[in-house]
Structure formats: C-alpha cells, structure tokens
C-alpha cells in the first residue's frame, strides 16, 4: 500500500507570490496576477524586445492560439514552463507548447475505464468531511484520481464518508456526502452509488478519492460514462 505525501500549499504560495513580484517587477505594473492566465499575458506584455518565441495553446473546444512572447533571457522561458495552464480565456487548455516542445497535457481521462488503482489503495482509512484521509478500521481509501469538470461518472463508495475533490497540487477544495448523494445499494447497506457531473465537480477539480469497505468494483468504483 502507498503512503499519503503531505503537499507543502503554502511552499507553493510562496513560490507563486515570488514568481508573480518578478513578473511585475519585469513589466513594471502592480497589478493582481491570477494563476495561470494572467502571468502568461503579463509575460507576453512585457516590452524591452528579444527573439520572437510562440506560445501555443490547444483548447477542448477543439480552438487553438498562439501567443508570441519576445525575450532573451532563458529565464523568462523557464517561468512560462513552470506553469500549468489549465484554463485560459474561459477556455480548458488540453495542449500548451513553447517553441513547438510541449509542457502541459493533462492526462486523458478514458472512457467506460475503471480509473481506480486497486494497487495503491490505503487499508484502514477512509475520506472524511474536510476530505482527509482518517484512520477507519475496514474500510480502503483510493489514491488520488484523475477526474475533470464537463465530465461524468459513475461511482461505488462507502454510504457513510465522503468523496474529495482536489485541485492539481492536490489541495482539497470541496466533499460530497455519499449518503445524501448516491443510492444504497440493495445487498450492502454500507455501500452507496451515484453519478458525478455538472456542479457536483468543482470547476478547478483535478482528482478526486473515494472509499469503500474493500477495494474491488463492487465496493470502491470511478468509471467516467461521458
């Protein structure tokens, strides 16, 4: 079984708060900088020339742009690359590149796949309200899975705990309750199943865990339908 990392969020701030001060710093403006779309257009603003470089975004809409950036400095490049630009415009980015080399491509969320990985489950825990991973006698907590808004699934889980939702640095944003949720299942009073789609996700959702009384499909399930 895996053992839980601790995501050191505010280590993250931090760094996001010193990249957004040389930014700028950079481009000579005080402006509130909202993560990832504004740094990508403050760093395209910043004025002082250099080579021409392309910023390429592909959207789920099926669009796509180019963003051209001048500098000089490899710096500013490494800055661009250290992002993830998962939205931008309103837009879910599925493809972001630098020059024609890729940095950012969520991972594909297959189809009628079951997206638990029975292999690094967590025996004796389960997902509590503030979506922490409890010591619970019995029951197996998921790792964290890939899931997305726009999207729908279906899911098995304990009827009495809670499925997370997290962010991409794994940052807990909301839960949902499995008992006002899902349906009891009709041999298994302490298994629920239900649907996820439209506003149960958050906007921002990147993973989500779950749990059940064993982990296999008819206890601890996430099959994404459409």
Not at 49 to 76: C, K, M, Q, R
Not at 78 to 89: R, V, W
Request: net charge negative.
């Amino acid at each position: 079984m895996a053992i839980d990392k601790a995501v050191d969020s505010a280590q993250l701030d931090a760094d996001l708060a010193s990249v957004a001060n040389a930014i700028r710093t950079k481009g000579g403006t005080s402006a509130q900088l909202a993560f990832p779309a504004d740094y990508i257009t403050a760093i395209a603003a910043i004025s002082g020339g250099g080579t021409p470089h392309i910023i390429h975004l592909e959207f789920a809409d099926n669009t796509d742009t180019n963003i051209e950036v001048d500098y000089d400095d490899s710096w500013v490049g490494s800055l661009i690359t250290s992002t993830e630009p998962t939205s931008y415009g309103s837009k879910t980015v599925t493809l972001a590149q630098l020059d024609g080399v890729t940095w950012y491509q969520p991972q594909i969320i297959p189809l009628n796949t079951e997206l638990i990985d029975y292999m690094e489950c967590y025996r004796d825990k389960s997902i509590n309200s503030s979506g922490e991973a409890v010591t619970t006698e019995w029951y197996y907590a998921s790792d964290f899975t890939p899931i997305a808004a726009g999207m729908t699934f279906s899911y098995t889980a304990s009827l009495w705990h809670y499925i997370g939702f997290y962010d991409s640095g794994q940052n807990v944003i909301s839960t949902l309750y499995v008992y006002s949720d899902g349906t009891p299942d009709p041999s298994d009073s302490n298994t629920g199943h239900g649907t996820l789609s439209g506003s149960k996700i958050p906007a921002n959702a990147a993973y989500a865990r779950l749990c059940g009384t064993w982990y296999d499909s008819a206890h601890l399930s996430l099959v994404r339908t459409a």
